[in-house]
């Protein structure tokens, strides 16, 4: 008896033709999806996974949308484009994603698998969305809603935070609430909360809902222009008497704290993994508070800070201390702090590092700056790299990414997607530029000054040739 050799390519198993979609773009899965029976199986619903019909933007037909409707689990649209498609029952979206204008009120209906629901309004919008908000099949398995730029009414609260009640995660911006809910309401399956809407409640009342979510792990809050100065005080004396144990990420905008209060604040966290602060004051007394959770953090932002005693000396001390850090947006470290203190402990984690260096004054500045660019480019991680401007003496300066000074070390960064320049020193030439585009492949956006003396956009104009975004901002 004899038997036939089968031979299975690994193109032929349903598991590999998986793992190369991850890497394709939608037009390609189009194409895959052509070449056999086989592949159309596996590929087709990948191409209907996640659908946009949003004007100015390239969607399906009505008739290929509803004979593929079964298939979509992520669905974006905005309201005017989306009256075409409304009476389809797309029974398995998960993720929704709806965008309306001022005169617009979406109603969300037929989505029985709904877990994630995003709304969000235009400029002008001022009107309630919620005609919607009464319960339905489509809010029974919603765990995640996050509304920005839309209004909820005093009619429509009470019904609003009856559904919050059963959501994991809420994020609220720019948004008018009428009322916050009663006291006597809990959230206790909140664990991540964006709480930044339009002005008109007082800080006390935001707090006291915050309260309300005992299980908190993720906080962004602003105590706005209501807060007084005694705000931070008050926010922190919950943080010390446990009034949420989980809470590990911790993000204020705009809170205004003094360095006792921030400091306060951080150490009455358990845990920090994520800390960002603006427009708050920085110093020894965050500094040693923040010092406790280096084994943890992740994250680390400090806008807009002012720095005070030994408050700058946070930037290199994060570096060689946080063996987790992936992100870390700071204010100045001069070149001599960098390379006088011992290696960056997160050079395998770090994704994003912008921070202000400044290059010590004295006769061997170019070679201070490539030793400081040869540093960084041992973050073969790195994503997002931003130079930022900060407060010169009259003899220093800020790093000038010109080859010869060292930015032929940055070709080690094959992982770079963005590149933010705002030192003010940038003085790059078109051989820069070009050496710049040749080798760090994965570019995808240079926002910032390439140079003072660019004055017709000549080097914006080549990134912008090469299909990379290019900006001032």
């Given amino acids: 008896m004899t038997f036939a050799t089968v031979i299975i390519t690994p193109l032929e198993l ?28 596996s590929f087709l619903p990948l191409v209907w996974s996640a659908i946009s019909i949003r004007s100015g933007e390239r969607y399906p037909g009505v008739e290929a949308f509803n004979s593929h409707s079964q298939l979509i689990r992520t669905l974006t649209y905005d309201v005017q484009s989306w009256r075409a498609y409304e009476s389809t029952h797309c029974r398995n979206v998960s993720t929704l994603r709806v965008y309306c204008n001022w005169d617009e009120s979406p109603v969300i209906t037929q989505y029985d698998q709904l877990r994630k629901l995003s709304i969000v309004g235009g400029k002008r919008s001022r009107h309630d969305v919620y005609t919607c908000w009464k319960p339905t099949n489509s809010f029974r398995n919603l765990s995640s809603l996050d509304l920005k730029g839309v209004d909820i009414d005093l009619d429509s609260t009470e019904d609003f935070w009856d559904l919050c009640t059963g959501l994991e995660s809420l994020s609220v911006r720019l948004t008018n609430i009428a009322r916050f809910p009663d006291k006597s309401m809990s959230f206790e399956r909140l664990e991540k909360l964006v709480l930044l809407p339009r002005s008109g409640h007082s800080f006390e ?85 923040i010092r406790s959770h280096f084994s943890s953090l992740r994250q680390l932002t400090l806008q807009y800070t002012t720095y005070i005693g030994t408050g700058p000396s946070i930037t290199p001390e994060v570096l060689v201390s946080c063996p987790q850090l992936e992100v870390l947006i700071a204010g100045e470290v001069t070149s001599e702090d960098i390379l006088q203190g011992p290696p960056w402990v997160c050079e395998r984690t770090l994704r994003t590092l912008h921070m202000s260096i400044i290059i010590s004054p004295g006769e061997d500045m170019d070679h201070q700056q490539q030793l400081v660019l040869e540093r960084i480019s041992r973050l073969h991680h790195l994503e997002n790299f931003g130079l930022l401007y900060g407060e010169l003496n009259r003899e220093a300066t800020h790093i000038n990414l010109r080859l010869g000074k060292g930015l032929e070390y940055l070709a080690t960064l094959k992982k770079l997607r963005h590149l933010f320049l705002n030192s003010r020193s940038n003085y790059m030439t078109k051989d820069d530029v070009e050496w710049m585009l040749d080798n760090l492949k994965s570019l995808e956006s240079v926002r910032g000054f390439l140079s003072l003396s660019d004055e017709y956009g000549s080097l914006a104009e080549m990134i ?9 901002d």
């Fill in 14 to 41: 349903p598991e590999i033709r998986t793992t190369i979609a991850k890497f394709l773009d939608r037009s390609d899965l189009v194409r895959c999806s052509y070449v056999c029976k086989a592949w159309h199986t």
């Fill in 205 to 289: 009342q935001r707090l006291e809902f915050i309260t309300q979510c005992p299980n908190l792990v993720s906080l962004d809050w602003g105590r706005g222009t209501n807060g007084t100065p005694a705000s931070g005080d008050i926010f922190a004396a919950h943080l010390a008497k446990g009034t949420w144990p989980r809470l590990c990420e911790l993000r204020l905008p705009n809170f205004f704290s003094s360095d006792k209060q921030l400091g306060q604040i951080v150490h009455g966290m358990r845990q920090v993994k994520s800390l960002s602060v603006d427009g708050c004051t920085f110093g020894p007394l965050s500094l040693t508070a």
């Fill in 464 to 472: 912008r040739a090469r299909g990379i975004l290019h900006g001032y």
